[in-house]
């Protein structure tokens, strides 16, 4: 026995980050669904993910994600509320102002994802990348 899990890669460890905040969400019980889309989990896992790799600090995040809410308040909640779409939000504005993000290079991603044709599959759920399971994790 060497000691090192043999799972022990930065892949699965970013996983298990992923997989014990995911668990430990409200609402993310075995019944109960703490994401409504595919997208939602993603946009978590990103701001997980960028946090762990030091591109923000949590509290940025945090304020970015209160000043988000903060304008849709006080615009009367004219779009619909989407909880993720503030935190999509609040990562876009942190990761634009630290330099890691940038609009003309984020426009011309969304283009090209936008101009892909529909067969292409990218309008589908891909779980892939986060597998979370509550019931295996908890018991870890």
Same mark, same amino acid.
């Given at each position: !026995? ?7 890669? $930065?892949?699965?460890?970013?996983? =298990?980050?992923?997989?014990?905040? *995911? ?10 669904? #703490?994401? $409504? ?8 896992? !990103?701001?997980? +993910?960028?946090?762990? $790799?030091?591109?923000?600090?949590? #509290? ?5 994600? *209160?000043? #988000?809410? =903060? ?13 993720? $779409?503030?935190?999509?939000? +609040? ?18 991603? +969304?283009?090209? *994802? ?5 067969? +292409? ?10 597998? *979370? ?5 908890? #018991?870890?």
């Amino acid at each position: !026995m060497s000691g090192v899990r043999e799972d022990a890669t $930065e892949l699965g460890d970013a996983r =298990r980050r992923v997989e014990d905040l *995911v668990c430990n969400l409200p609402g993310a019980g075995p019944d109960e669904r #703490s994401f $409504e889309q595919p997208w939602e989990l993603r946009a978590f896992a !990103m701001a997980v +993910a960028a946090y762990h $790799e030091g591109n923000y600090a949590w #509290s940025e995040f945090q304020l970015s994600l *209160v000043e #988000s809410i =903060r304008r849709w308040e006080a615009e009367n909640g004219t779009e619909p509320w989407s909880y993720y $779409e503030h935190w999509l939000t +609040a990562l876009e504005t942190v990761l634009a102002a630290n330099g890691t993000l940038s609009g003309p290079v984020l426009d011309e991603r +969304a283009h090209a *994802v936008l101009s892909t044709p529909r067969n +292409a599959n990218h309008h589908h759920a891909h779980r892939e990348p986060v597998a *979370v399971d509550p019931a295996v994790s908890s #018991s870890r």
